[in-house]
């Protein structure tokens, strides 16, 4: 492995740095370039010990992007094509204090990486080895392509987070990010609120707005809850996507509009195609890029660190003094499903430390009911509910009625299948459903997703 020893030549060119495509083994009070829009951040730990001194590279020019590197522990950030005279500057800071004996420039081949970016830009928290590595690379690709990008998973996943992420890394940073939920809105409100209108469109109309859809120019516009988006609206919705203009109700006037659509939805928008209650050309059009993002019981390995950062955040938040948790609290914490996902458990870590008397964490300050209950009677699982009810109710959860009837009807259908040992047609009797329903029910057990 070739290295190019720092000479305090002043003739020292970029160009002649070595390239490595891992970390090499020893690399004492060297100097690391860190091509980090291809290698990532995940190496600087192991940069730092030893005493070497890591500079970021970068080609992202995002507001904020310098002072988060340097937080991270970057002494500097370079922008590409690295400016020597930049660099020599660093390295002649530098002589004074610590004794730089080598430059190494890292630097990875693959684009994959800009998944990370969006991991450090909006404090994503997920194993880097687990399941979110698959969602951080599609929405890292997906943030060079100028297209629609529809994100499917049940409430709580993280889709919004997601959906900024993408905004964050993709051309249109600077652009506004405007974001709508359409199940939040009435639907009469709901076209005057995306399309705008003109003074006198409608009784109430005093004077002329501009929509969501020409709010979001040059940026992008997030749909959340897509799948509510009224029918009547839809292809109103398609027009604009495909002709770019959109025209203020009451107005004849067409206006320019230039975004990106990101939506989002908790919803099977396939079933609600076939069901007649969502448009197929729209979903083909909102959905150019689909990215599923795995409920929270599919990722547990993500659990440990979701707690750690959300424990940190109440207690900046709440200046509540948190310093662990117990074995059994965090076993506790991994032995439930979380239908509400990551924002059931921000609910339930606010209520425990709400509740802790001292600074760590007890199993019993966690009021959640978990799976491992000794008691199988019918009462029980009555009570089970009621308590799961009101758990879901207090902690802000919508879709509740689908959710749990979703989880009851499938692990029911799930346990009779399994105790049948696989053979549809006695499950089927033995449940007293239809054939096809019972495999449809099988199908779409994997996903899990609420719908109506
Ligand atoms: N990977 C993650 N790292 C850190 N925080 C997360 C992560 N995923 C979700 N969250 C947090 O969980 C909460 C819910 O996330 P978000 O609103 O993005 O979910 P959603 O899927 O859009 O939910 P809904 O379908 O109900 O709109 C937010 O407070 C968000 O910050």
């Known amino acids: 492995m070739e290295k190019l020893l720092y000479t305090k030549d002043p003739s020292l060119r970029v160009e002649g740095f070595q390239k490595v495509e891992e970390l090499p083994e020893e690399l004492e009070k060297a100097v690391v370039l860190v091509d980090i829009d291809t290698v990532g951040v995940s190496s600087l730990p192991d940069l730092k010990e030893g005493g070497n001194i890591p500079v970021a590279i970068t080609s992202k020019s995002i507001p ?114 405007v974001a709508i939920n359409c199940s939040a809105v009435p639907s009469e409100l709901l076209e005057a609120e995306l399309f705008g209108y003109e003074k006198g469109a409608f009784t109430g109309a005093i004077s002329s707005k501009e929509g969501l859809i020409e709010s979001a120019k040059g940026g992008v516009l997030f749909l959340d809850e897509i799948g509510d988006l009224p029918l009547h609206l839809q292809p109103k919705l398609l027009r604009v996507l495909q002709e770019k203009k959109v025209r203020r109700l009451g107005s004849t006037k067409e206006i320019h509009c230039d975004f990106r659509l990101i939506s989002a939805t908790n919803k099977d928008l396939k079933r609600l195609v076939k069901e007649g209650k969502f448009r197929e050309d729209l979903y083909y059009r909102i959905s150019t890029v689909e990215i599923y993002i795995p409920p929270l019981r599919e990722r547990k390995d993500d659990i440990p660190l979701l707690v750690d950062c959300i424990l940190q955040n109440i ?48 199993e019993e300050d966690l009021d959640i009911v978990t799976q491992d209950y000794e008691d199988y009677s019918l009462e029980s699982l009555e009570d089970a509910l009621r308590r799961e009810v009101r758990r879901l109710i207090e902690g802000g959860e919508r879709n509740i009625y689908y959710t749990l009837m979703d989880r009851l009807s499938k692990a029911i259908v799930r346990e009779a299948f399994s105790l049948l040992k696989g053979n549809y047609s006695k499950t089927a009797r033995t449940l007293g459903i239809n054939r096809l329903t019972l495999k449809k029910m099988l199908q779409e057990g994997a996903r899990c997703v609420p719908r109506v």
């Open 64 to 177: 904020g992007y310098t002072i988060k590197l340097v937080s991270l522990g970057f002494y500097d950030v370079l922008r590409k094509p690295i400016d020597e005279e930049r660099l020599r500057r660093i390295l002649q800071r530098l002589d004074g204090s610590q004794k730089v004996q080598r430059i190494i420039y890292i630097h990875r081949q693959e684009e994959e990486i800009s998944g990370e970016l969006c991991k450090e830009l909006c404090s994503i928290v997920g194993n880097p080895e687990g399941k979110m590595r698959e969602v951080l690379l599609r929405v890292g690709k997906a943030a060079s392509l100028d297209v629609p990008v529809l994100f499917v998973g049940e409430t709580g996943v993280g889709k919004e987070v997601f959906a900024k992420a993408l905004w964050k890394t993709s051309r249109r940073w600077n652009g506004p990010f």
């Open 315 to 362: 207690s900046r938040e709440t200046g509540k003094r948190i310093v662990g948790y117990t074995e059994g609290f965090l076993k506790k914490v991994l032995s439930y499903n979380w239908p509400g996902n990551v924002r059931e458990l921000e609910n339930a870590l606010t209520r425990a430390v709400s509740s802790c008397s001292g600074v760590v964490l007890q």
